[in-house]
Every structure is written in structure tokens, then in C-alpha cells.
């Protein structure tokens, strides 16, 4: 894979792991100005977390030889200190949650041919088929999802409070779960829960435009959107990509999950929850 680094038109630079983002504008890192090189002298960065921006100020961009070659000792030594952690850890147990995400607890395994991030993955098999996975993102954390195609999107259900080498590390306090204004996984399966929304669509060329969501017709099973600049379009939401804008839920992306209404969240800012009852730990034999 690649990572990208690029200014935008207002002047700033973005750091991004996706050649594609470069034309929608998008990073999850980012100059706190504008500037004619990101290595200029004095320029602050941020990092995204998923909900705002936040200020970061151990983060620096040079241009020189000498920082190059201190980076790449520096992440040589870093492999080399995480080889033997990950090279046959222990099995892990998640314990302790009793709500939505209940049936995600039990014993996980570790993969012997699947890694994510250079880091071993953990699977459950569920009775009656299926598996979960606990992974370590790119950014350190933990998450645990119900679908391997999960793993490549780093989304999930749960997630450890902050960065550990292995999920039983000690110390890494509660877990999140990932949930909405009810403290459930926020579906939408009735269309006409959409109506009253206020929502963003996505339209050609990555442009997103915002409006309300006014009127949900059964017979032809298309949605009216009223953006803000007066204009009215009617969707089959199912074939859009939109997100909930209001509330809690806002910057929920949806897609379409069934041809009967369903959409799911891929990506974007979710909703967790602490939970201080809920722990990952290594299962000894």
C-alpha cells in the first residue's frame, strides 16, 4: 500500500492512504494552515479522530536526510520490539459486556494465516456458523467485528479505550461499543424513519450537498430531499450514499443493504459507549 501526502486548494496539507481521497479532498491528517511546503518551519499539525480534529503537537514534517534515516531506524526498532510479542500469543477472552454486542463475548483464537497491520487476528467461531474477529487497526486499538471484509475498512462493533500491542494488555481499561442515540446498532430497516432527517448525499464527482429528508412515497419506494439551496430530487435511497446529519448519528454513512429499505453504516463517525464492565484477556491453558 501507499500513503499520500498533498496540498489542497485552500492552501493546506493532507496526509491520506488512499489515492482515490486526493480528489474528494478527504485525509485524516492535516497542516493547521496553509503553506508552500508541509515542511515549512512552525506549521502545527491534526490528526482526525473519527468525530473532530484535534491539535497534535509532537507531530512535525521535515524535509532533511538525516530525520528520514531516524524514522526508519526508529520503525525497524519498533518491528523488532513487536516480533516476538506477536509471533505466538496467547488466545484472548472477551468478558463482561451483557448488552447489544452480548454474543460477541467468548474465546478467540489466534489465525494462523491471517494478520492485519503486521499484527496477529483473533477469530470466534459463533455456533451456527460464521466468525468474529479481534484485530489491531493502524492506529493501534482493538476492534472486534462480525465480518472479515471489516478488518480491510478497520470498522467494528467494540474497540479497546486506547493503543495496545495486545488486547489482554494490562491496564487498557474499558472497551467501547458501538451504538446509537438508543444505545443499540443504529439501523435503519423503516423507510420512512428517514423522513424529518436531515442528511448529506453524495453526488458525482464526490460533491455532498445538504438537505431534509421530507417525504417517503410506498408506492414507488423513493425518498424527497429538500436541500438547502431550494432544490427538490426524489431517490431511491437504497442505490445513494448518504449520511444522518442530525443528532447523535451525525456523519453515518449508509449504503444499501437489501432492496426492501435496509441500510447499514459503513465507516464515518458512530456513536460508542464506555463499558467499564467489559474486558479482553488471555485465556491460559
Avoid at 74 to 90: G, M, T, V
Wanted: glycine share 10%.
Amino acid at each position: 500500500g501507499e500513503h499520500f501526502l498533498y496540498r489542497l486548494s485552500n492552501g493546506k496539507w493532507c496526509v491520506t492512504d488512499a489515492e482515490s481521497e486526493i480528489a474528494k479532498g478527504t485525509c485524516s491528517l492535516r497542516s493547521s494552515r496553509a503553506a508552500d511546503l508541509p515542511s515549512e518551519s512552525g506549521l502545527g499539525w491534526e490528526y482526525y479522530d473519527g468525530a473532530k480534529w484535534n491539535v497534535d503537537p509532537n507531530l512535525t514534517c521535515t524535509s532533511s536526510k538525516e530525520a528520514a534515516a531516524a524514522f526508519a531506524s526508529k520503525a525497524a526498532a519498533e518491528k523488532a520490539r513487536l516480533a516476538p510479542l506477536w509471533a505466538s500469543p496467547p488466545d484472548q477472552v472477551l468478558d463482561g459486556h451483557t448488552g447489544a454486542k452480548a454474543h460477541m463475548m467468548g474465546v478467540y483464537e489466534r489465525s494462523a494465516h491471517r494478520k492485519a497491520n503486521g499484527a496477529p487476528v483473533f477469530v470466534k467461531q459463533v455456533e451456527g456458523g460464521g466468525e468474529h474477529f479481534l484485530y489491531r487497526t493502524r492506529n493501534g486499538k482493538w476492534f472486534v467485528a462480525n465480518a472479515e471484509s471489516q478488518i480491510a475498512k478497520e470498522v467494528g462493533q467494540l474497540r479497546s479505550s486506547r493503543v495496545a500491542d495486545l488486547p489482554n494488555e494490562s491496564g487498557l481499561g474499558s472497551w467501547s461499543v458501538m451504538a446509537d442515540e438508543d444505545g443499540e446498532p443504529f439501523w435503519i430497516t423503516d423507510p420512512n424513519a428517514l423522513v424529518g432527517r436531515r442528511v448529506t448525499v453524495l453526488w458525482s464527482k464526490g460533491k455532498r450537498y445538504k438537505g431534509v429528508c421530507t417525504h417517503y412515497n410506498p408506492s414507488d419506494g423513493k425518498h424527497s430531499i429538500v436541500y438547502d439551496d431550494g432544490e427538490q430530487k426524489r431517490y431511491t435511497m437504497t442505490e445513494k450514499t448518504f449520511w444522518v446529519c442530525d443528532g447523535t448519528v451525525e456523519g453515518i454513512e449508509y449504503v444499501a443493504r437489501t432492496a426492501a429499505g435496509a441500510c447499514k453504516p459503513r465507516g464515518g463517525t458512530v456513536v460508542w459507549h464506555d463499558d467499564p464492565g467489559l474486558g479482553c484477556f488471555a485465556r491460559l491453558l
